[in-house]
C-alpha cells in the first residue's frame, strides 16, 4: 500500500509539471538555484539544437545517457520515465530512420506532452508508451540499449525496474542511464534536505546498493561514475553496465528455483561422462543452493523454447573457506547440456561470470579439471586461467586414482 501510494504522489507530481509545460511553462522539480547549479535539465547537453522548444522546458534530468549509451544506426533503444521526450529525440538521431526509440512514462500527461514534441520534431522513428518502469510494455529481448535520465531514484521498487531493464535487452544489450546515488544510507535529516534543494533524492540509492541490485538482476560491467556533487553525500552519477552476450536464440540470465530440475538433470549427465567431478550424483536442490554462492550464478537458456526457456547450461561457484581473508576467492562448476556442447555455450556462460565475479568483488577463481578434459581445459586456459599446480593420485574415481589439476584467474588485485 505504501509503494502504491508513493508511487500515485510521483505520478501526480509529474503530471502537474507536465500540464504547466503543455502550457507553455519551463518547469523544474526542485530549487531553480540548484536546478541551474547542479547539471539539471539541459545543462548537460552539448547540442540541443532543432529540437521542440517544449522538449526543452521539461528537462527535468541529472544529466545526458545519451551521451554514454554509444547509440548505433539501427539500434532500438528503451527509455524508461521519458518524460517531456528530450532524451527520446535525440536518441532518435543517433540511431536514424532504420532504429527504433521508445519513451515509456507513468503520467499520462508526460506521454501527451512527449507525443507533441515528437510530433513537432518529426521523429517518425518514436513511440511514446504509457506504463510502470516497473512492468515495461514490451517483451523480451525487444531493445539494443536502455537509457533512463534522474527516473529510477523515483521508484520504490527498483530491483523490479532493474530486472525489467535486463529482460527487455537483447543479449549483449546496453544499460546507460543518469541518476542520483548517495555515498552512504541518509538519515531523515541529511535526506529531508537534500530532498528540498534537489527534489529527486527521496529514493536514491548507495553506490554499493545500486551495484548489488545490478549484479541480482544479471548484469555485468557495472560502473558507476559520479558526475556532480550535490551536498550531502549526495551526488548525480553515470550507470552503466551490459547484458551477457551469447549467440542468437539463447539468453544468459540468473538461476531461479524454478530452473532446479533442468540444473540437475545437466549435472547429473555431466557426472555421467565421468569426466566433470568425482562426484558420480547430483546433490537434491536445497543441497546445491546450500553449498553455492547466491551470486553470481547464471542458467543459459534456448529462447525459442518458449516460457522462460530451456535452460542448455549452468555456471554457479562454492566460497573456499569460511575464514574472511578467502572471502574473494570462490571455486566455481560450468555444465552444458550434452547435446548442446561445442556451440560457444560454455564460453559464454564463463563470460559472463568472470565478468560478474569481477563487479562482486572476488578476486580468484579456481576449479579442479581431470587431465583427461581436454575441452574444459582448453577452455578455461584460453580464458584466461593458469594450472598452478597438479594433485597427483588425489582420488579414486570408478576403482581408478585419479589427477587433477588445479586452475585459477584472477579477477582482481
Known sequence: MAQEMAHEKVIARYSAL????????????????????????????????????GALRASLGCGNPVAVAELRAGESVL??????????????????????VYGLDASPDMVELARRNAREAGAGNTEFLHGSIEAVPLPERAVDVVIS???????????????????????GGRFGVSDVV???????????????????VAG??????YRDLL?????????ITKTADHGDGVHSAIIQARKPAISPGLEIRPMRDADAGQVLAIYQAGLDTGQASFETVA???????AGKLARPRYVAVDTETGGDGEVVGWVAAAPVSARPVYAGVVEHSLYVHPACQAHGIGRALLTAFIAACQDAGIWTIQTGIFPENLASLSLHQALGFRVVGT?????RHHGLWRDVLLLERRTGP
Open 215 to 223: 549484479l541480482a538482476a544479471g548484469f555485468v560491467g557495472a560502473s
Open 182 to 200: 548517495s555515498d552512504t544510507a541518509l538519515d531523515d535529516e541529511r535526506r529531508a534536505a537534500a530532498e528540498r534543494r534537489i527534489g529527486c
Open 18 to 53: 507536465a500540464r504547466a509545460a503543455l502550457d507553455g511553462a519551463s518547469v523544474v522539480d526542485c530549487s531553480a538555484e540548484e536546478f541551474a547549479q547542479g547539471g539539471f535539465g539541459t545543462v548537460g547537453y552539448e547540442d540541443t539544437s532543432q529540437l521542440p522548444d
Open 149 to 171: 535520465n534522474c527516473v529510477i531514484n523515483l521508484s520504490s521498487d527498483k530491483a523490479a525496474v532493474l530486472a525489467e531493464a535486463y529482460r527487455v535487452l537483447k543479449p
Open 79 to 100: 527509455d524508461l520515465g521519458s518524460g517531456g521526450g528530450i532524451d527520446v529525440l535525440l536518441s532518435a538521431r543517433r540511431v536514424g530512420p532504420y532504429g527504433k
Open 204 to 209: 536514491s540509492l548507495t553506490v554499493q546498493k
Open 391 to 395: 594433485r597427483e593420485r588425489i582420488g
Open 283 to 289: 546433490p537434491g536442490w536445497d543441497a546445491f543452493l
